[in-house]
């Protein structure tokens, strides 16, 4: 199973990015009841999960991106989003997406680099 992940760019400190996370070869019967995250990993940094969805589309966040990241799926189209407002410099990293119950092989993520 791949996980893809898009949407990333340049932007600048206090803009906005939209980013996709698509499982194309997962079938909806496997996709809509799983737990989805997405993850970051900042240069010389650890792997961090910074949002989370359950299956009835529950969300939790990171305290760091609270209140600036919107986490969303669309099971029927196997997706989730992570709606990305406010970015700071400090959110610059390569974002993924996985289950965070029992991941997925991890794929090359989406570069974000925010800009001050």
């Known amino acids: 199973v791949q996980l893809q992940a898009s949407g990333g760019g340049l932007v600048q400190a206090g803009g906005s990015l939209r980013l996709s996370c698509h499982a194309p070869r997962m079938i909806f019967s496997v996709f809509a009841p799983k737990h989805m995250a997405w993850y970051r990993q900042a240069p010389g940094k650890q792997r961090e999960a910074v949002a989370t969805i359950t299956p009835n589309k529950s969300t939790t966040y990171v305290d760091s991106v609270r209140g600036r990241f919107t986490i969303s799926r669309d099971n029927s189209n196997k997706k989730v989003f992570l709606q990305m407002n406010s970015l700071r410099p400090e959110d610059t990293a390569v974002y993924y997406c996985?289950?965070?119950?029992?991941?997925?092989?991890w794929g090359q993520g989406t570069l974000v680099t925010v800009s001050s």
């Open positions: 996985n289950d965070p119950s029992s991941p997925y092989p």
